[in-house]
């Protein structure tokens, strides 16, 4: 049996942020605020451990995704001028 691999391109980004920057501090503060939110209070089986866990993906990724846009980037060097 034969399998034909096909080339394909895959665009990739990778976003990071400074370490010991105020961008760091910034979102470790924001991901702790997000833990501490989330209700855990009751982890008794899978479906809720799995929907605690999806919950806290998504504040993170919802996070990462205002840190690391734009329009958040103007805004911060805006208000670092003084304007």
């Excluded at 096909?6 to 976003?15: D, G, P, R, Y």
């Excluded at 470790?28 to 809720?48: C, E, R, W």
């Excluded at 806290?56 to 329009?71: G, T």
């Amino acid at each position: 049996m034969s399998i034909p691999i096909i080339e394909e391109n895959i665009i990739s980004l990778k976003f990071s942020i400074a370490k010991n920057s105020k961008e760091e501090a910034s979102f470790i503060k924001d991901v702790s605020y997000a833990i501490k939110n989330i209700d855990t209070s009751n982890l008794s089986n899978p479906y809720l451990l799995e929907n605690a866990t999806n919950t806290l993906a998504s504040k993170i990724e919802n996070i990462w995704r205002f840190k690391m846009s734009q329009d958040h980037k103007i805004l911060q060097e805006l208000v670092e001028r003084g304007v």
